[in-house]
Every structure is written in C-alpha cells, then in structure tokens.
T-cell receptor, first 112, second 113 residues
Framework: GESVGLHLPTLSVQEGDNSIINCAYSNSASDYFIWYKQESGKGPQFIIDIRSNMDKRQGQRVTVLLNKTVKHLSLQIAATQPGDSAVYFCAENKGSSYKLIFGSGTRLLVRP | EADIYQTPRYLVIGTGKKITLECSQTMGHDKMYWYQQDPGMELHLIHYSYGVNSTEKGDLSSESTVSRIRTEHFPLTLESARPSHTSQYLC????????????FGPGTRLTVT
C-alpha cells in the first residue's frame, strides 16, 4: 500500500553540526514531496518542497535530495541551531489529487 | 504569510457533548483539509473539500462531519464527543492550480473527559 515512512524516530545533533533526516516512500507515481517542521503546540510549517523532475533543491540552510531510484528523500539542515529542534515530517502527494500522505515524523534534538 | 485560523485552541469537554471546531482562512484557497494527529505522531486526513458545497471523507475514518458553505470557512462537528476523540485537530488549506503546498492552522487540542 501507499506509505511514507521515516528511518529514525529521534535524531540528536550537536549545535553547529549538519543534520540529515531521511524518508522513504513507496508510491512511485508521486510527483511532489514536501518537508514540514512542527514545533510543540503548533501546526506544521512548510520548509521546502521538490518535484519529481528534480534531484536536489536548496533553500536557506536546508537542502532536499530526492532519489527516485530507491524512493528516498532526505532533508539536510546546515549548521543546526537550537531553534531547529522540532518534529520533521515528509509528505508526498497522493496520485493526481491534492491530498498529501504524511510520514510518522522524526524528532530533531539539538544539543547546546 | 499564511493566514489560517482555528478556534478554540484548547477544549476540554465532557462525554456526549456536541462540539464544533472552527477553521477559517483569508487566502481565498479553494481546497481545505482536516487532519487528526496524536502527540508526536503522523497526520491523518479525516476530511477535505475542494470547494463550496463539496466535502469528502479522508483516509482515516472519523465520526465527525464537516461543511463548506463559504470558501473561507470549514468547520468540523462532533455530534457526541467521546474520550476516543481526544486528539489534536489540524486544519489546512491549499490554492490548487498545480500547487500542492498546504498551509496549516495552529490546531485545536481536544480532550474529552
């Protein structure tokens, strides 16, 4: 069935280090992927997205990599800061609809 | 900046009560969504709407109902709340037209005692 899953439920990194959050997806027909950040008590906040015709996209301190061959998505955060501590979700679109399928989330903890 | 609002932010209510969770957006988005999320867990789509007078059930079965009488307003109603309904409810909207990004409200944390 369709699923978006994450490899690690919790990731702990030292402040200033780079973080990599991974995500696997199973629907080869998906053509849009998105990363959200959710802080405690808040709704998910858009970080970055990528379409299937791209392998890499960069934003401010963040990079998303898409490997369609192995159906793998990753989010890289450069120079991780305490404010980056949150739960990160990847999501993919469901076929041709506007619905998104969310993964189970990875909690990022930044050590001072 | 996305403008999507949810009220109340927190609600504690007794079993059997009828409740309505409000969601409004000022972006003129046609598409709106309701998700249910347990703490730290993934989001599950329970309802969505692609326009006025159009509502559909999501992937997770829910006893709640929704309505879409105005573009900007997408309320969710539980006729008789139960402890199993205790969860966080997130509302989102998107513009469509080739854009899949969804903008989320702050959520309503519901506790049914």
């Amino acid at each position: 069935g369709e699923s978006v899953g994450l490899h690690l439920p919790t990731l702990s990194v030292q402040e200033g280090d780079n973080s990599i959050i991974n995500c696997a997806y199973s629907n080869s027909a998906s053509d849009y992927f998105i990363w959200y950040k959710q802080e405690s008590g808040k709704g998910p906040q858009f970080i970055i997205d990528i379409r299937s015709n791209m392998d890499k996209r960069q934003g401010q301190r963040v990079t998303v990599l898409l490997n369609k061959t192995v159906k793998h998505l990753s989010l890289q955060i450069a120079a991780t800061q305490p404010g980056d501590s949150a739960v990160y979700f990847c999501a993919e679109n469901k076929g041709s609809s506007y619905k998104l399928i969310f993964g189970s989330g990875t909690r990022l903890l930044v050590r001072p | 900046e996305a403008d999507i609002y949810q009220t109340p932010r927190y609600l504690v209510i007794g079993t059997g009560k009828k409740i309505t969770l409000e969601c409004s957006q000022t972006m003129g988005h046609d598409k709106m969504y309701w998700y249910q999320q347990d703490p730290g867990m993934e989001l599950h789509l329970i309802h969505y709407s692609y326009g006025v007078n159009s509502t559909e059930k999501g992937d997770l079965s829910s006893e709640s109902t929704v309505s879409r009488i105005r573009t900007e307003h997408f309320p969710l109603t539980l006729e008789s709340a139960r402890p199993s309904h205790t969860s966080q409810y997130l509302c989102a909207s998107s513009s469509g037209g080739g854009s899949f990004e969804q903008y989320f409200g702050p959520g309503t944390r519901l506790t049914v005692t």
